[in-house]
């Protein structure tokens, strides 16, 4: 489509012309910024959960261990129960106990450690805890789904606290970022 203006010169009641050509200029850049974000669309998707396959009804999550050289002894258990309220709050499954469960989850804490991530005028000041785990996951209606991965968080604190003080202020994001991870692994299509 072309479209044809014609201009007429004419003078704005006052005599400013320099006020009259900044409202000729504006017009056509307004229709044409006008045109393009009527034309413009934008499509957003995400996909957080890939759809579970209608046959697969049950899961268990077995108790999670802690195998680091430090033990944290809430963790084990936390990080189980944790899993099991995600899978149970997030999904249709039915959770069992039965050996034959459709997903099977497993996994134990392989990293439990503190080291000095920053310095300051020769002393510590930041201090970070690393946590990891190693997942372990057992679909027993598609074995190729079968997998294991690790999975791994840092979190930084103060080193003028100790790791006792750190672990109660931390502990709870500790839990959400692992049960996170490793509900993401089994059900996100990432």
Not at 2 to 10: G, N, S, T, W, Y
Not at 83 to 102: E, F, P, Y
Not at 120 to 148: C, M, Q, Y
Request: positive net charge; glycine residues 4%.
């Amino acid at each position: 489509m072309i479209l044809k203006i014609k201009m007429h010169k004419v003078q704005s009641p006052n005599g400013n012309k320099s006020q009259f050509k900044n409202i000729l200029f504006r017009l056509p850049l307004s229709l044409l910024v006008i045109a393009v974000f009527s034309f413009a669309t934008c499509k957003y998707s995400f996909k957080d959960t890939s759809p579970i396959p209608l046959e697969v009804k049950t899961f268990r999550v077995n108790y999670f261990e802690n195998k680091a050289r430090y033990v944290n002894p809430q963790l084990g258990p936390q990080l189980t129960e944790k899993m099991k309220q995600k899978v149970i709050g997030s999904t249709r499954l039915r959770q069992t106990n039965d050996d034959n469960a459709h997903y099977d989850i497993s996994g134990y804490v392989s990293e439990y450690n503190v080291s000095t991530s920053g310095i300051s005028r020769n002393n510590a000041s930041t201090n970070r805890l690393s946590v990891s785990f190693h997942l372990i996951f057992k679909n027993s209606l598609d074995e190729k789904k079968n997998f294991e991965t690790d999975l791994s968080n840092n979190f930084d604190f103060p080193a003028t606290q100790s790791l006792e003080q750190a672990q109660t202020a931390l502990f709870p994001e500790i839990i959400k970022n692992t049960v996170d991870g490793m509900f993401n692994k089994i059900f996100s299509n990432w």
